[in-house]
């Protein structure tokens, strides 16, 4: 599934397109803050994350095209990282699937992580199947845990340890 993506960092000249992926109202109304970000404010967060030594911001590639972001925190040989991601909005059925599939490969190859750790608002359907189909186990349910527009959220937390994804990839 993965043969013809790349996966790599995100560079300063990706920013328009993230910010614009970021914005979308698709992906804005699942994050945990859902304002519309401004460039100054985008180009901000990026110059302090780039300078976490724990943090991988990275692009997923299709033949040279842009098809995603995904980001690692907590990152360091044999821990436990949280993840996050978005699609490029408007992509064809089954960018996620192989986004997701190319960043926990390179989640347990490159950065030998133990586990990945995911949380998905209970209402973002698209997201928990997401999960389910990369092989993550539910591991508990946060309730009104996010405060967003006056609105308690409920959070889904999932896990995914590195024998796990071997055993998903090799289909046992
Ligand atoms: C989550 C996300 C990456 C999934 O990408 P995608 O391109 O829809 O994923 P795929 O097409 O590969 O589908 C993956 C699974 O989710 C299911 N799915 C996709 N959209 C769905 C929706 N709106 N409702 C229910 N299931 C959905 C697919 O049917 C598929 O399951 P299946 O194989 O059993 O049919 C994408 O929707 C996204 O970027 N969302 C906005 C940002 C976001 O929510 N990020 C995660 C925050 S936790």
């Known amino acids: 599934m993965t043969e013809n993506l790349l996966i790599r960092s995100m560079i300063e000249d990706d920013l328009p397109m993230v910010l614009a992926w970021r914005n979308h ?21 990026f110059m302090r994350a780039v300078q976490d030594n724990a943090r991988r911001l990275l692009i997923v590639q299709e033949q040279g095209s842009p098809i995603g972001y ?23 059925k089954g960018t996620g699937s192989k986004l997701g599939a190319s960043a926990l490969e390179h989640a347990f190859g490159q950065l030998k992580l133990h586990k990945v750790c995911g949380q998905a608002i209970d ?6 199947r997401f999960h389910e189909r990369l092989g993550f186990k539910r591991e508990g349910v946060l309730r009104d845990q996010k405060r967003m527009n006056e609105q308690y959220q409920t959070l889904i937390c999932f896990g995914l340890l590195a024998h796990e994804w071997q055993a998903h990839t090799q289909g046992t």
């Open 70 to 92: 995904v980001q690692f925190s907590n990152v360091e040989p044999g821990g436990v990282a949280d993840w996050g991601f978005y699609a490029r909005p408007e992509a064809a």
């Open 123 to 128: 209402t973002n359907q698209a997201s928990i």
């Open 25 to 45: 109202p698709e992906v804005r109304r699942y994050m945990f803050t859902h304002h519309e970000i401004s460039l100054a404010e985008h180009t901000q967060w």
